[in-house]
């Protein structure tokens, strides 16, 4: 009471500043306490009411006709046999062997709904891993390995699914009577061969061409999980197209059918010779220009071991007549001559290997694939 007006007037207001401030504390802490309470029960009637995680492996599985393998322990017991152990490490999320079109159809579509990497792979080897995704839904078609050999006028035919191998093929088809272009090695899977080319440098491209130009129809799984026919008068002529020259990049190719000739396949020799690179380059010229033969040279170890581009070197001749006689001894003697013609006389060793030991026309035999 003793201050002076304008000091006193000064203190009410300053109290009055104050009070204004604690009650604006008090409502920001009030704001801030409701706005979480809020938060909270939002929170709470939301984990009340969410689903479930989604279980993976029951999501494939529903209306299913094949298997469907889940869990890390089954996924890295599965036997996938890709030829490259590197390969094994890579593992995918869930494994699916289709009985069914509509089965890779509904594996295609899951995946795509559940943003999953798809994988899938043919009846053979994958030695650089491509057939394969880390977490991907797998589709092994080795499970689809349905064919049958039949005739339609003068015309032979091979309809197969494409979890075959080559092998599996040749258990409809006598090589005696039959030749389909083929893979060297017979543990090959068909879908991968037919698809990306297919050379047989045995004899058979030499003779029908390469192995799509053999494919007359095709049913495919579209990324989309549209089934589809495809062949040359069919709608979708880009993705028949497409299909015959890179096929995995544009959709999954369930099954094909090929032309079969009905003639057998020509006999395969394995000729050794020591010769130096200008000889060979000779040699390989004079049986390029002559389409009687087929002969593709190679080297008997790898080409690091070959230092010397002058001296002689020892080459592997693969060799076939196109178009010679069935009769075993009558087509090694004539082979024989052909080289000698040429001025390229083979030794009496490599003529009594190839008297007296079947020649490996599989390299599966060689133990390749387990590379």
Sequence with gaps: FLMAPSVRAHSVRYGREEARLKHRRAACIFALAAAFGICKYCVARYSANKPA??????????????????????????????????????????????????????TVKRSAALGIPLSYRSGGHSYICDSIKAGSAHIDLRSRKSKRLYRVGDA????????????????????????????????????????HGGVHLNSLTSLYGWGNETVVNMTVVTASGKILVLNSNSSHQDLWQGMLRAGSNFGIATSLTVRVFETPEPLMWLFWARMTHAELIQLFQKGMMDPRVQLNPYYVNPPFFQISSSRSETFTFQFSLLHGPTDYWLNFKQSVEWFEEQGFPLSWWTKAFNAVVPKPDDLTSLGYPKA
């Design 156 to 195: 032979w035919y091979a309809e197969f699914e494409t979890g075959n191998t080559f092998s599996d093929l040749f258990n409809i088809i006598d090589r005696k009577r039959y030749s389909i272009v083929h893979g060297a090695c017979h543990a090959v899977g068909v879908g991968g061969f037919y698809l």
């Design 53 to 106: 995680p989604l279980d993976v492996c029951q999501f494939f599985r529903q209306d299913m006709e094949g298997d469907v393998i889940c869990g890390d322990l089954h996924i890295s017991k599965y036997d996938f046999s890709w030829g490259n152990s590197d390969c094994e490490t890579i593992l995918p999320l869930v494994v699916v062997r289709p009985a069914s079109d509509e089965d890779i159809a509904r």
